[in-house]
């Protein structure tokens, strides 16, 4: 792998970058809403990135941050690859945009074959979004369409799982499970209903990898048919592995278990792969890793590498087919984005996409899970710790909730790790580490090493 020239720190102009305000105490300014950030707490002490290269950040200032985080589970390779740099200036200056209803760009084709050769097999018509919401949302459309266009109309209801992530537009968070992103905006879509979560620590704490117990909650979605009848559902969504709800692994056995459910009630399986696509789990995607193969596979974040957003949804051929008919001047599917196969996200996933190949990036997780999750689990017994999780190169610390305060303990860490150089994700409290898939032994003994410090500190 040829990481050295990204991983070493940025020339001396670091400072230079300090274009807002930024210091402790020097509060930026009012006019930018935050997304999903405890703002009044951030204006007090804002952490403020301004260049990032390989496994690291920089402050403004010039201190350097360890990236234990992928960014936000999307900078897969590292930070400021050179060929997806050169890629998106070259591309900016070609062609700066295309639109996609009626014309296209050529990068969107050969983008498309691409990642089709990713995808698991059968999986071979890829449509283009902006983010992971837009592709939960696109994939849901596209279920509920494909029922209508081969002629079952009736199949409209949609099942979510409790504490799934599918994004933030209304079809995510009505089929999402985390109740402090559905509590506040009202009813949401209709017709839909959860398949119970998997989270069991009485039975599953501290499981390397799979957790031993739980596939048969995938028998939830025959409660479910029992109840709405296979007739009114048009598809499952979930993601393979959970993240954003904290890191839950898929029980041993549960992915194929709701696969056969599916298929036996002819209801369409969706894998969002927001977070897992891409090599976190070894594999380029969940899908590979566990040998289930769902009809739609959502995909964003590790698709540019996060330098350009960029979404899609990879279907099954047999789902477009049968949109294929009527008039030939009217589009089949009445859904796009004025950005969908923006050419610059093109250009900036061709180049992750070879950046991978070139670095074997797609499974390098694997090679490292065994030393990642032996350091991840020597956090047991910490204070505060009451279940370690890992699986490919994701690692949960879950800690006791300070009674009346849940998530506090967690946001704590969050800022206790910044404070020493690390940049985590926690959700309520769980801290989660998702490093770049570039992450070395070095930067691995650095994280434990700032987190046993942290569990030590925090109250
Ligand atoms: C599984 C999953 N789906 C969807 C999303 C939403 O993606 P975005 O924030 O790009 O809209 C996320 C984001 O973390 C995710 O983890």
């Not at 209801?267 to 890793?289: K, M, N, Q, W």
Request: hydrophobic letters at 45%; a neutral charge.
């Amino acid at each position: 792998m040829n990481q050295v020239l990204d991983t070493k720190a940025p020339a001396a102009d670091t400072k230079s970058a300090a274009v807002a305000t930024t210091a402790k105490g020097n509060a930026p300014s009012e006019a930018f809403w935050m997304p999903f950030t405890a703002a009044r707490q951030f204006r007090r002490a804002p952490r403020m990135v301004a260049k990032a290269r390989g496994m690291f950040y920089w402050t403004p200032e010039g201190r350097e941050i360890l990236d234990a985080a992928a960014g936000l589970w999307c900078v897969n390779a590292g930070h400021s690859r050179p060929k997806i740099v050169k890629a998106i200036a070259e591309q900016a200056a070609e062609l700066d945009f295309a639109p996609p209803f009626n014309f296209a760009n050529p990068k969107a084709f050969e983008l498309a074959d691409k990642l089709v050769k990713l995808a698991p097999a059968g999986l071979n018509r890829v449509f283009f979004c902006n983010s992971g919401s837009e592709a939960a949302d696109t994939a849901m459309k596209m279920a509920i369409a494909y029922h209508r266009a081969r002629g079952e109309g009736t199949r409209t209801r949609l099942i979510g799982r409790e504490r799934g992530y599918h994004g933030v537009n209304f079809g995510g968070i009505s089929v999402g499970g985390m109740v402090g992103n559905r509590k506040t905006f009202g009813p949401m879509l209709g017709g839909v209903d959860h398949l119970r979560h998997t989270h069991d620590l009485a039975r599953n704490a501290y499981s390397r990898g799979v957790p031993e117990h739980g596939a048969e909650l995938a028998d939830d979605l025959e409660r479910m048919v029992a109840l709405h009848d296979a007739s009114s559902i048009a598809a499952v969504i979930i993601e393979p592995m959970a993240g954003s709800t904290g890191v839950l692994p898929p029980p041993k056995g549960y992915l194929q278990r709701l696969r056969s459910i599916c298929d036996k009630h002819g209801i369409l399986l969706i894998f969002d792969e927001v977070i897992t696509g891409f090599g976190r789990l070894g594999s380029p995607f969940a899908a590979t890793h566990f040998g289930v193969t769902p009809d739609l596979l959502t995909a964003a974040k590790g698709i540019t590498n996060g330098c350009v957003p960029m979404g899609a949804v990879i279907a099954k051929q047999q789902i477009q087919d049968v949109f294929m008919n009527g008039p030939e001047h009217v589009p089949e599917f009445a859904h796009g984005y004025t950005y969908s196969a923006h050419p610059l996200a093109c250009a900036a996933s061709l180049a992750t996409l070879e950046t991978y190949a070139d670095e074997g990036l797609l499974t390098r997780a694997a090679k490292v899970a065994p030393a990642f999750e032996a350091a991840v689990h020597s956090l047991k017994g910490s204070r505060h710790v009451i279940d370690i999780r890992n699986i490919g190169l994701v690692g949960a610390i879950e800690l006791e909730s300070i009674p009346g305060a849940p998530g506090k303990r967690g946001f704590d860490a969050m800022v206790a790790c910044w404070d020493k150089g690390m940049m985590v994700r926690t959700t309520g409290d769980t801290i989660a580490l998702s490093p770049p898939l570039i992450v070395e032994d070095s930067h691995i003994d650095r994280i434990i090493d700032t987190l046993k410090g942290v569990l030590k500190t925090l109250a």
